[in-house]
C-alpha cells in the first residue's frame, strides 16, 4: 500500500494492522531462515537434519554428502539453508562456498544465502545483488566465516585453508575437489555438493554414484518430489523438457545424454544369483560354463564366467573379476581365477572355453622376434597358458557384437502389448563392475557440437568402461556364430513396441 492510500485510512484498528503486517514482512526479511518450512519437504528435510547432526553434533563419521538434484528440485535451497544455519549456530567456524564462476556465486549462491541469513548476527558482509558480498566474505559475530570461490579461479584459490564445511554448487573440475577435500583434513570437515549432472559419468559423478564408500552419503532429490512447485507446472515442465534430459533434469539421476549404448538394459536383466556351477555339473547337456578375458597390459585384466542355456537361448553372466591394481601379473591373476573355478575329487570345475582377446597375441615388443620365429614370441595368451588357463581367440567384430547384445537385451512384445519373449541376457546383482559399465558404456562423439551438427553420429565405441562390454559381446559373437544369431532363432512379430532403437 502506497502512502496515498494509507494516508486516507481512518480506522486506526486497520492501520495498526497495517502496521504489524509490514512490521511482519520486514522481520521475514531479516530472519527468513527463522520461516523457512523445511518439514513440508520430508526429504529435503531428511538430508539437512542428518548434515546439520554431522556439523553441529558429530554424529556419524560420513565425509562427503552429495545431493544429486533435477532443476528446481530445491537443491539450492537446501545447500544454502544448511551454510546459513551452520554459521549462526556455531562458534569460530569456516566455510567456503564455491560454484562455476563468479557471476554464478552472486547470481545464485550468494544471493541464496543473503536471504537467509539473520542479518543482526553479520559482522560485517554486506550484499549487493549486483556485486556480491563485500569482499566475498560474510563474518559472524559469533566468530564464524564464509567465503566465496569459483571453480574458474583455480584449486589455487583454496590452497592453505583449513575448512569446516565447503559447499559446491554445480559440478566441478577433479583436481579442485581433491584439493577442497584435502582442506577438510585439519578439522575434520564434511564436503557438500549440490548439483544436476549434466554431464553423464565424468570421474566426479563416478566417484559420487552409488558408491560403496563408507564416507560418502548420496541422495536424489527430483523436482516432482517439491511440494512448493504447484503440480500443473510440473507437468508444464515434463512435457516441454528434452526427453533425453529427462533422467537429469527431471528425476536428478545422472545419464549420458544419446550416448549410452544399450539403452535397452533395465532392472529386468538384473537377477538374484543361483547356483549355476551346480546346474552345470548336474545337467551338462543343457547347461555350460562359459568364460572371457580381456587382457591388458596397463590395465587392469578383466574375466567373466557366464552360464549358457542350450534349450532357452539363454546367456547370464555369473561371475567376473577385475585384477587389484597393485597385483596386474598375469601369474597372481590366473591364480584368482582357478580359486574361483574351485575344485573336488575329480579337479576344478572348468569351462567349455575361456575366450580371450586376439590383443593377447600381441609379440612382446621387448623380444624383437623375426617374422618366421613368431611361434616362440612371448604373449599375453602364452602366459596364461603357463599358468594354467587355457584359452581360444575370440570374434572381434564390433558392429555384429552390438547387435547381438542389444537383440539378447530385447523384450519383444506385439502391437497389442504382450510379451513374445523374454530377454535372453541376464546379469547376476553380484557382478557391480558388469551393472557399472552397462550404465556408462557409450558411443564417441566428435570434438565440437558444430561438427556433430553436419555429422551422423560416429558409430564407434568410447574405448573407456568397456572391459567387461567387450567380453559380453564375444560371448555373444561366439553363441551367434555356434547357434545362429537371435533372429534366426527366434521367430518374431512384424511389429514391436518400446524396443530401445
Known sequence: MDKTKLSKLTDPQILDLYTKLSQLDNHKKNNMLQYMDWESYAKQNAVRVKILDRLLYKKGDKKIFIVFGGNRSGKTELGAGIVAEYLEKKSNIQVMCATVDYKLSVAVQQTKVSKLMTKSLIEYGVFNPVRGYTNDIILMKNGSKSIFRSYQQGREAVQGMDLDLIWWDEEGPWDYFQECLARLTDRDGIFLLTFTSLSGFTRLVNFLWESDN?????????????????ESSKQNYLKTVDPDEVESRVHGRPHLKEGLIYKEFKPIHIIEPFDHVKLAKTNPRRYELHEGIDPHERTPHHWIRFLYDRKENKIYVCDELKAPVQSMVISDYARMIKNIRGSNKK???????CQIDTSSQKPDVINKH????QENAHTIRQE?????IETILCTKDNS?????VKKRLKVVKTVDGTIKRMPLLYV??????????????????????KIEEKNEMLNRPKKKNDHFMDIIKYECIKMRNDVGSVDEYEEYEDQYEGMGY
Open 370 to 373: 623375426p617374422d618366421e620365429d
Open 347 to 353: 579337479g576344478p570345475i572348468l569351462p567349455l572355453y
Open 384 to 388: 596364461f597358458y603357463r599358468n594354467g
Open 214 to 230: 563408507p564416507l560418502i552419503e548420496s541422495v536424489v532429490l527430483s523436482i516432482l518430489d517439491n511440494p512448493f512447485i504447484p
Open 400 to 404: 555384429i557384437g552390438l547387435g547381438e
Open 428 to 449: 547376476f546383482n553380484t557382478c557391480k563392475g558388469t551393472l557399472w559399465e552397462f550404465g556408462r558404456y557409450s558411443w564417441d562423439s566428435y570434438q565440437s557440437s
